[in-house]
Each structure stands twice: as structure tokens, then as C-alpha cells.
């Protein structure tokens, strides 16, 4: 009996639709698995998250009310609680990512690098995965300090599409750094040389963004600089998400996009630089 011409076709989306499906579903499925082993790390140690608060709300409570009362800082019609917040939720996802390096390296020493390499899944969505992961920390930073902007009556934008934007850009924002944390510790791979690169790096990272003054303010060298920092990007994209009216020095949609578009780059080097690690 000839075989139905119905049972010879191919699948709708063509021969290879149900093995690109299943290697896409099987993607997300190893990045939400490297997702939850850093969520579970953090369960275990909640206190990190508590000091870590400590840092942003001196700078808003202190630094932030002292700079709103002398006005020695052109913030527009902004208040200067209003510039600065959305920068230093900014700050806090860059220093808790720029770190993010020192686990991989205590990794290596468990050998949990090693079984990582021998698993299945890609280096690229490896290195993705625990790069998005990082954003974990990122989220808890934005509750504090959201938190901190309502004791202080620092008016914000709370509305759906803001929060929604705002928890976009610290994905962004945290899995460009991290990955940059990551190369750092492929090259390095001791704890005390990873820390002061990590500790040269950032002060210049967050003094040359517009974090805490506007660009227009900076001399014309350091705006030049300014311009190929991807911290000026996340503030700027986090200070239009969450001040309402606030002037923005690029669109949301670019800042964004050159996060992501960095934040990519980063993430195909260091899954080529990973399996040095197990070195």
C-alpha cells in the first residue's frame, strides 16, 4: 500500500522546524537552569543583599540631600534628588556586577568551572545565562532604592511601562558588566588580581557617566569619554524611565540598544575565553 502523500510532508515549518524548536526550547531551558543556581547561591546568603543597600542610601541620603540644598550642581527643572537617584541605582548595578567575576573564580577552585565545561550546553548560552542572572542582584538594588525615593518624597514614575522599562535596562545593564566582570576573571584568575582591576575600574566607569552631573557640565575631554562609557547609557535610559519630564541625551530606544548590543559582544568573547578557566 503507497504511503499517504499527507504522512510525506514535511512538518509546516519545513524538515528542520522541530530541531531548531527543540535546540531554542532546549537554550532557554539550560539558561533558566543556570538562572536558578545563581538564585539559589543568593537564597543562601540574603545578608550580601542587605550591605550592599548600605552604599546607595548613604549617597542618596547624605550626598544627595547636602547637593539639593546648596545647588552647586545644574540639574534644570529637576530637583537633585531627581538627577541622582535613577544614577545611583545605575552605580549600585555596576558595582554589584563589575565583581560578579570573584564567583567564577571560587568556582574554578571547587571545580564547578569544570563541570560546566563538560556539560551539553553551549559556552555562548552558559555565559548568557549567568550573565542575565546577575540581574537578580540589579532588581533587589532597584526595590531599595525605590524604597529609599519614597521616604525621601523623591517623586518618580511609578507607572506600569516605567518599572517595566526600568527592570529592562538593569538586565542590560547588569549582564554587560558582569560579562566584563567574567572576561576580567578568564584573564586574571586569582581573587586578588581580579579585585584591583575591579576596584581601578570602577571609579573611572562612574566618574566619566552622568551619573551624579549632567554631561554638559563635564570638560569637553570627558564628555568624549562620557560618549563611549555604557554606564551613560544606563543612567540616561534609567533617568527618562523614572523622572517624569526629565531630559534625556539620547532616546530610550538607542540607549538600549547599545546596552544590548554591547552587552552581546561581550557575552560571544568571554564564552571563547571560558573554557580558560579551567585552566
Known sequence: MQPSVWSSRSPPGGPDAT????AIVGGFSQVAAVFGYELKKLSHDPSELLLRAVQPALWLVVFGSVFTEIHA??????TYLQFLTPGILAQSVLFVAIFYG???IRERELGIVTKFLVSPTPRIVLVGGRALSASLRGFSQAVIIFLLALALAVPLDFSVLSILGV???????AALFSTLSMIIASLVKTQE????????MTMPLFFASNAIYPVSIMPRWLQVVSAFNPLTYLVDALRTLMVPGAPSQYPVGVDLAVLAGVAFVLIWIESRLYPRMAQ
Open 102 to 104: 570573584i564567583a567564577s
Open 167 to 173: 527592570l529592562l535596562a538593569i538586565v542590560l545593564g
Open 19 to 22: 530541531p531548531i524548536a527543540e
Open 193 to 200: 588580581r581580579f579585585l584591583g582591576i575591579g576596584q581601578l
Open 73 to 78: 550642581i545644574p540639574t534644570g527643572s529637576l
